[in-house]
């Protein structure tokens, strides 16, 4: 079962790495991970509207032997910045296997699933999408609070009697669909 929440995630990342002005990432995922393919494929769909180049997307197989074939991947790579998404099993074994991944001079960002690992070294980046129950009911209610600040900003107050129009009027065609897009940016 896919975990749409990861496809979140990516978007997170993208607007990290704009903010911190990283504009070449390698990306390194578990090819099996349903989730970390989620993650690719909208990583790779939003990425050029953050201006962000990846160098190279590396696909690891988890079931192989994967340190000689791993390096390869590396030789011509120049990009200071990976992301690495995987599970916390696969991020030990990746940690352990992979000498890339403890090298000094990088910058690591590692998902969420995969930073609860304890061997995750110190100086790897990570996001908390959402950290508890209240984080997220406080996020809810902070949309909620700017909605009500939008439709303030008009003047106007909401249709009555929806049921009874068969016809569409301003406030359906203009301000309830200005609404709906600030809502949903």
């Known amino acids: 079962m ?4 990861k496809s979140n995630e990516a978007r997170v990342f993208l607007a990290i790495l704009s903010k911190l002005s990283y504009r070449e990432v390698v990306v390194v995922f578990v090819k099996t991970d349903p989730n970390a393919l989620e993650f690719v494929s909208v990583f790779e769909e939003n990425r050029s509207s953050f201006k962000i180049h990846v160098q190279k997307y590396i696909e690891l197989d988890m ?3 994967f340190n000689v074939t791993f390096e390869e991947n590396f030789e ?3 990009s200071n910045i990976l992301i690495l998404y995987a ?3 696969d991020i030990e ?3 352990q296997e992979i000498p890339v991944f403890s090298m000094t001079g990088k910058v690591f960002i590692v998902n ?3 930073s609860y690992t304890s061997s995750l070294p110190t100086g790897y980046l990570s996001v908390r999408l959402r950290q508890s129950p209240l984080t997220a009911l406080r996020d809810a209610l902070n949309v909620l609070r700017c909605a ?3 439709l303030d900003e008009f003047q106007v107050d909401a249709p009555t009697q929806c049921s009874s129009k068969l016809m569409p009027d301003g406030w359906t065609n203009n301000i309830g669909h200005k609404f709906y897009k600030f809502v949903l940016s």
């Open 63 to 65: 079931a192989n032997d």
């Open 112 to 114: 969420e699933k995969g």
């Open 76 to 78: 011509e790579v120049t």
């Open 93 to 95: 074994r990746i940690l």
């Open 148 to 150: 009500v600040n939008f």
């Open 87 to 89: 599970n916390v099993d």
């Open 2 to 5: 896919l975990n749409f929440r």
